[in-house]
């Protein structure tokens, strides 16, 4: 970049008052129309992020159980919800304390626009504190744009989008108040970046979504709150009629490898995204590559996240963080 542009740039940053961006390049240079202020936030945050509680929304099956049992593994005390399933819960409450510690267990409905927000803040309560949050939940459907009405349109948006911003809002409010960090993972999906014919309303969620994750992580991150997406490719779970099916068995033409994931039974809170990266990850929004959404594994996407980590230059707020 010419000096003169790079002096224009630099002077238009100055003028708006720009915070540096967190995620900028490793020179650390401000980006234009990334923050224009800070929140009004306290000096004494602990910034010894030791996460003791969880919650992990959708964890009766599928993705949501496999991050459970990890925080578990981790020696978290874990929240647990699910919507339709409810032995599925329970069953994911057991492999939970058989790793010595506690479950809660709670029905969620995102589409319960403020009510989700409610049962956050009451396992919040069963669990004395919040640390964690992972957004699971979600739903979708294959209908083709011009076949799709209001009511469905509305259903999957509502779902994906507008319930996710309310949990979220609520554990970030929980973390925040209690002014020692936390941890906010989303769950999005690869259609949030690669399009699919007949999600109209799923994409746009997701896209919602990531926007959303983007937004909270400059906004969180004075009060020392992680928040990022982490966006898998097809993986064998009840959401996609493969309830812990072999993928080996599903042909899947359009995946180079040819087959969807699986999700990782078990596994231990350094597998789990934007946890192992601590500080240094923060505002990623991570996808998985076409040849990579189905080697094996769901629990490899923290892998890619703990590499991307280490090139995200640290923010620091000006209460130290």
């Not at 599928?62 to 069953?91: K, N, P, Y």
């Not at 929980?174 to 014919?197: C, D, F, K, L």
């Not at 020392?224 to 099916?245: H, L, R, S, W």
Request: proline fraction near 5%; charge should be positive; include cysteine.
């Amino acid at each position: 970049m010419p000096a003169r542009w790079r002096n224009e740039r630099l002077n238009t940053c100055q003028r708006l008052q720009v915070r540096r961006n967190p995620l900028a390049s490793r020179r650390g240079r401000p980006t234009v129309g990334v923050m224009i202020s800070t929140p009004d936030v306290p000096n004494d945050i602990d910034t010894r992020f030791e996460p003791r509680r969880a919650i992990v929304s959708a964890s009766d099956s599928g993705v949501g159980r496999a991050a459970a049992a990890a925080l578990a593994t981790a020696g978290m005390d874990v929240g647990i919800t699910w919507h339709q399933d409810e032995q599925g819960a329970s069953d994911t409450a057991d492999e939970v304390r058989s790793h010595g510690v506690r479950a809660v267990v709670a029905r969620l409905d995102t589409t319960d626009i403020p009510g989700c927000g409610d049962v956050i803040d009451r396992l919040s309560d069963e669990l004395g504190g919040l640390d964690v949050f992972v957004n699971n939940a979600g739903t979708g459907r294959s209908i083709l744009l011009l076949d799709l009405d209001y009511d469905e349109w509305n259903h999957i948006v509502t779902a994906d989008l507008s319930g996710a911003f309310v949990c979220i809002q609520r554990a970030a409010r929980r973390m925040a108040a209690a002014r020692t960090g936390g941890r906010i993972i989303a769950v999005s999906s690869v259609h949030e970046h690669q399009p699919r014919v007949g999600s109209s309303a799923y994409d746009a969620a997701k896209h919602g979504l990531g926007g959303l994750v983007k937004t909270a992580a400059l906004e969180l991150a004075p009060y020392g709150i992680t928040v990022n997406t982490v966006a898998p490719g097809e993986i064998a779970t009840p959401m996609t009629g493969q309830t812990d099916d072999d993928p080996h068995a599903t042909a899947r033409p359009g995946i180079p490898i040819g087959r969807p994931g699986r999700r990782s039974r078990g596994g231990s809170r350094d597998r789990l995204p934007g946890l192992s990266c601590g500080e240094l990850c923060h505002g990623q929004h991570r996808r998985r590559r076409r040849r990579d959404a189905a080697d094996g594994s769901a629990g490899r996407l923290a892998s890619h996240l703990e590499r991307l980590a280490v090139r995200v230059a640290r923010f620091r707020s000006p209460g130290g963080l």
